[in-house]
């Protein structure tokens, strides 16, 4: 399985940017899809967990500005950015989970640059 990272670029404050995680296999074989940011010097954090049931999940310094969602036809998640803020800055991952058996996978990551 391989997940690839796409959407990133540089962006001004306030604006938006739609990032993209295509699975190389069926999305529905995942249990979660996770997206995490490393901002630099600073530690990976989880930004946002999609699962096939229940509410996705937020973290506090992206609620009401973030949005998670995926497209089964395209084995897609996306994860929608408005609003963002220069502390949205770092490398975006998409982190996933296999049903099957738990062994999760990770992208290589995309970069988000917000300026002020």
């Known amino acids: 399985v391989q997940l690839v990272e796409s959407g990133g670029g540089l962006v001004q404050v306030g604006g938006s940017l739609r990032l993209s995680c295509e699975a190389s296999?069926?999305?529905?074989?995942?249990?979660?899809v996770e997206w995490h940011r490393q901002a630099p010097g600073k530690q990976r954090e989880l930004v946002a967990t999609?699962?096939?049931?229940?509410?996705?999940k937020f973290a506090d310094s992206v609620k009401g500005r973030f949005t998670i969602s995926r497209d089964v036809a395209k084995n897609t998640v996306y994860l929608q950015m408005n609003s963002l803020k220069p502390e949205d800055t770092a490398v975006y991952y998409c982190?996933?989970?296999?049903?099957?058996?738990?062994?999760?996978?990770w992208g290589k990551g995309t970069l988000v640059t917000v300026s002020s």
């Open positions: 296999g069926d999305i529905r074989s995942f249990n979660s």
């Open positions: 999609l699962t096939p049931v229940g509410t996705p």
């Open positions: 982190h996933a989970e296999l049903w099957l058996n738990g062994v999760d996978y």
